[in-house]
Nanobody, 122 residues
Framework: QVQLVESGGGLVQAGGSLLLSCAASGRTFSSYFMGWFRQASGKEREFVAGMRTTTAYADSVKGRFTISRDNAKNTVYLQMNSLKPDDTAIYYC??????????????????WGQGTQVTVSS
């Protein structure tokens, strides 16, 4: 069982930055593929970024967002720069115990955090 707790969301002006953190419980954190998803009001939850040892990003955030992890701290981060109003959403951290899967698909994840709100004003 893995529990995930996100933090770091908030209100920021367009062009600003935020750092999201996701703290995980469990002793096998390093083996999980970790992902960040987001869900805007009235829209489907979508993949943002993910990593085990290598990283993957949605086209909409490439060059602006950076995912990283600290396995010693059981934490994954999402550094978000050059934020746009379209980035406004609830951001979720997720963990996948599958060694090989389509990590862009939300069904590939076993565990989810409660989400943290990110609001970008214009």
């Amino acid at each position: 069982q893995v529990q995930l707790v996100e933090s770091g969301g908030g209100l920021v002006q367009a062009g600003g930055s935020l750092l999201l953190s996701c703290a995980a419980s469990g002793r096998t954190f390093s083996s999980y593929f970790m992902g960040w998803f987001r869900q805007a009001s009235g829209k489907e939850r979508e993949f943002v970024a993910g990593m085990r040892t290598t990283t993957a990003y949605a086209d909409s955030v490439k060059g602006r967002f950076t995912i990283s992890r600290d396995n010693a701290k059981n934490t994954v981060y999402l550094q978000m720069n050059s934020l746009k109003p379209d980035d406004t959403a609830i951001y979720y951290c997720a963990a996948s115990g599958y060694f090989s899967a389509n990590y862009y698909y939300r069904g590939s994840y076993n565990y989810w955090g409660q989400g943290t709100q990110v609001t970008v004003s214009s």
